[in-house]
């Protein structure tokens, strides 16, 4: 049939999935996007090529008589060299410098076994950005972040702590007030990627500076201590994803993080989808 030589080849291959699948929810997660994102694929396409691919209303989904034929010349031209339209289902995580993801990726791939996740270190700076540019699916961040287009669960808080030498006088109490640090020389410790240098100095017995818990943990060193200040704001952690882009996947991870149980984990989609005899 004719037509089919224009249309993009990531279209082409969502329409494969779905007349494979006859089913459109599952071939969304198959293809780790939105049901919704698909429906309205197809309806484009359709309208790209002035026919019917399935027929309206039908339940169970059916190719349309015109549908089988643009299926056939679909998969031709996708056999012809195309080895980007057969990547692997997968979800990319990325988390801030400080976060423990190995928790939550372990029980996925407990029940993911099937469906790679993918853990990303991504900078402070580039928590929000990594979301909007489609370099990580999902995203371990610190609160607050800009929230337009972006849904996000905060997860827990962290307590602030004050880093210190150990043989300086704050190191011989349990917690501290700002009070007790009034006459300490601060370092700033607003850029998160870049805190190693502030911990130096403090090593070097140069001042002091204040870093959420998992950061003073996450540069642990034996001539250093920290300990908590009780009146300064905690840090919240959030997981994030940008809403447009909510897929299955999306939700089955929430779900892990969140503590859901395997039991309502929609873990089906560990098992890849047997194909309908065709």
Known sequence: MSGIESIDVQQLRWFVAVAEELHFARAAKSLNISRRTLSETVIALEAELGTKLFVPGASPTQLSDDGRKYLQDARERLEQGQPEVRRTTSLRVGFVPGVTVSKWSRIWAERFPAIPLEIVGVAAADQLTSLRESRVDANFVRLPIDRDGISAIPLYSELPVVVVPKDHPVALYDTVTTADLADEQLHDAADLDAIELPIELVAAGVGIVV????IARLHTRKDLVYRTVTDMASTDIALAWPTDRTTDL????VGIVRGRSERSSRAQA????????R
């Open 211 to 214: 870093v959420p818990h998992s």
């Open 270 to 277: 560990a098992v890849p989808k047997r194909r309908k005899a």
């Open 250 to 253: 999306i939700e089955d991870f």
